[in-house]
């Protein structure tokens, strides 16, 4: 999103909720890494799986809980969570929240 570059922003006011659906956008997409937001209405979820590369979760809205090997976390505005590289995962809204995904990729 070079139209973001050098301007100051709210990642929360870049993203709106949609009924009964998931809405992703890409905010930054490099060769090491990417930035995504994403927005969740309730009830919503992705299902288990895994990633090569870790990630960093930030809620910037709602309440939401993530199941990381098995382990269950309830995340809410303003909290963050790593999700390890290759641990299994899922995501499911207790109530529609919006959350700032960053994955880092290495070798």
């Known amino acids: ?55 960093l979760v930030q809620l910037i809205d709602g309440s939401a809980e993530i199941t990381i090997n098995g382990k269950d976390y309830i995340l809410f505005k303003g909290d963050s969570i790593i999700m390890p590289a290759n641990l299994p995962h899922s995501i499911k809204a207790i109530e529609k929240f919006k959350m700032l995904l960053t994955m880092i990729k290495s070798n």
């Open 1 to 55: 999103m070079n139209d973001l570059k050098e301007k100051i922003f709210r990642f929360e006011n870049l993203i709106e909720y949609s009924d009964g659906s998931i809405v992703s956008k890409q905010i930054l997409t490099k060769s090491t890494g990417n930035i995504t937001l994403f927005s969740f209405d309730m009830g919503q979820n992705l299902s288990e799986h895994t990633a090569p590369f870790d990630a």
